[in-house]
């Protein structure tokens, strides 16, 4: 009980934090305080730098091509009877998309320019809040609740599914930065909106792994 209530009020915490970033960032397109933070990101670093972010954004894959790529996951998940954790795969996703679509279109905040900072590659829509980071916040920490929930699962596949999500989900908000793909205030309402969409989530997919929703019927072995 004490998780789940825990799980409730940072998701309240990280959504009311949200909610005035956003009023705010629908009224600053570009505000002073995000160019300079991404200069200071963008100043002297070394090309190789530059070389290994790409990679990673590479790896972390775009908002769309994750939202595809849980269907997979949730299949696989299917036919391992994890039947609710499969549902859940495709349901934090893209609950999570739709409701970030709208905010999107409602704040409507432009993507940095060319002119005002470095930008290695144009994205097209909206910035606010980051689709890269709230998307990628909701699959990965998706990937590390079952790395830690699955305990019957091999201790390689356990350590993979716990380190690998950590990396992607710290490291994915400074490299859209870097790349001068979205401002850091952008950055920060991907954070607190994936983060507070994936922990009521979260809180939701206990409450259902309590209720036994989903759970594989178990055959009983007729006796001889």
């Known amino acids: 009980m004490k998780r789940n209530h825990f799980l409730l009020m940072a998701s309240v915490f ?61 299949v696989l998940l299917w036919k391992m009877q994890l039947r609710l954790e499969a549902v859940m795969t495709i349901a934090m996703s893209w609950t999570n998309a739709l409701a970030r679509m709208g905010i999107k279109s409602v704040i409507d905040r432009p993507r ?5 900072v470095h930008v290695t590659k144009p994205s097209i829509g909206k ?29 390689t596949g356990r350590r993979a599914l716990l380190s690998m999500p950590l990396l992607c989900m710290v490291f994915v908000g400074p490299a859209r930065i870097y790349l001068g793909n979205h401002w850091a205030t952008d950055v920060l309402g991907g954070y607190l909106f994936g983060g507070g969409w994936f922990c009521l989530s979260l809180r939701v997919y206990l409450w259902l792994r309590e209720q036994e929703v989903l759970r594989p019927v178990q055959r009983s072995s007729k006796s001889s």
Do not use: E, M, Y
């Open 14 to 74: 990280q959504l009311a934090l949200f909610v005035p970033l956003a009023l705010w960032a629908r009224k600053h397109p570009h505000p002073p305080t995000d160019v300079a933070i991404t200069h200071l990101v963008q100043k002297n670093q070394p090309s190789f730098l530059r070389r290994v972010v790409l990679v990673f954004n590479t790896l972390t894959s775009s908002a769309v091509f994750l939202n595809v790529l849980v269907i997979p996951i949730a």
């Open 112 to 116: 940095p320019k060319p002119l005002l």
């Open 127 to 155: 910035s606010f809040p980051s689709g890269h980071v709230a998307s990628s916040l909701n699959f990965w920490g998706w990937l590390f609740t079952l790395g830690v929930l699955q305990k019957q699962w091999n201790r």
